[in-house]
């Protein structure tokens, strides 16, 4: 029963993992949308993006059950449900991002500031389908491959960082009766959002690592 209960637990943690992917990819979809001044389909792509939250949201919770019926070790059943939190945060994060972005028109912004975000949602991607593939070599209990997944997401993560630098100075050099206060407010946050989206890719991956090194799956 411990076993079975395990396996059962394991496999939703991956059908999370690759809600995050779906929600991405959505998100990667509404920002493609904001650019070209798509109103109508980015708000649609929105709601979307919400639904697959709350279905995330929803296998979140009887991943949280499932363990929380006290067959496991402690510590396993404690890290698996940290994971669990962790991946839901990225996907809540993406949700945000969107919610942010609907707000303003982005393109109506700079073409730097366009431009960069652009390549940001291309990292922002990468990161998420990576720490994706961790948690699924995770889950063959393919450890050392997961480790590298793991450090592939602290280097994209660290390429956000440096985009999210590039994109802090563009918006500091914005310049009123160009950008109104309001849109670049919310612009600001949006860059805010984004930043933090890889940032909770990497806390993840961080959880990845202790599993990986301390606790065989099954």
Known sequence: MKTRRKVLAISMVLEHSKATVMAI?????????ALQGKREDLV??????????KEADLLKR???GELAKGD???????DLMRLARQTDDVIDWINETGRILVEFNLKDMPDDVKKITGDISRVITSCVI???????KLTNREF???????DEVERLEEEMD???????????????GIVEIGPAILLADFMDSLETITDRCEDSCDEVRVIAVT???I
């Open 25 to 33: 990819e959505q998100l990667d979809r509404c920002i493609s949308f």
């Open 44 to 53: 649609r792509s929105f709601d979307i993006l919400q639904l697959k939250e």
């Open 62 to 64: 009887k991943i949280i």
């Open 72 to 78: 496991l070790p402690v510590s396993e059943r404690e």
């Open 130 to 136: 990576k720490l994706d593939d961790c948690i699924e």
């Open 144 to 150: 050392q491959d997961a480790l590298k997944a793991a």
């Open 162 to 176: 440096g985009l999210y630098q590039m994109a802090r100075r563009s918006i500091s050099g914005l310049k009123t």
């Open 215 to 217: 606790a065989p799956l």
